[in-house]
């Protein structure tokens, strides 16, 4: 006769082993959600927007006809969404920066509403063109 042979009772876990795990996955879990939380938590401050203020002298464009090149506008801008190119041209004559003209006695204000590049010829430096990057 074969006797059928009954299964080993199963051993019970200790408490402390389960105990241990579960601490160490809620600190776990615990810690990837403080560290999310405080990564976006955090508001950074605005920066106020910047004027860039040219000024176009009385006698530039003499200058220009001469063959001289006035270095007065840079090759390139760096500006942030918000920021405002002010252009105050005191000459007796029309002269442009990048896709922007400003007439002879006049001043030109434009402010920047997006992201983007301007790119353009320009009249007031030695390269004769400008790129105004201007980013978020």
């Given at each position: 006769m074969t006797s059928d042979p009954s299964p080993e009772p199963r051993r019970a876990r200790p408490t402390w082993?389960?105990?241990?795990?579960?601490?160490?996955?809620a600190l776990t879990l615990?810690?990837?959600?403080v560290a999310v939380w405080s990564m976006g938590g955090e508001e950074v401050?605005?920066?106020?927007?910047?004027?860039?203020?040219?000024l176009i002298?009385?006698?530039?464009?003499?200058?220009?006809?001469?063959?001289?090149?006035?270095d007065l506008i840079p090759k390139l801008m760096n500006a942030k969404v918000g920021d405002t190119l002010l252009l105050i041209n005191e000459d007796d004559?029309?002269?442009?920066?990048?896709?922007?003209?400003v007439r002879a006695g006049e001043t030109f204000e434009f402010t920047f509403p997006?992201?983007?590049v301007y790119v353009g010829?320009?009249?007031?430096?030695a390269v004769q063109a400008t790129t105004v990057l201007v980013s978020e």
């Open positions: 082993i389960t105990l241990v795990v579960f601490l160490v996955a615990g810690g990837a959600i401050p605005e920066r106020e927007a910047r004027t860039h203020r040219f002298p009385a006698g530039t464009g003499s200058l220009i006809a001469d063959g001289k090149r006035p004559r029309v002269h442009v920066v990048g896709p922007f003209s997006n992201a983007g010829a320009c009249s007031l430096n």
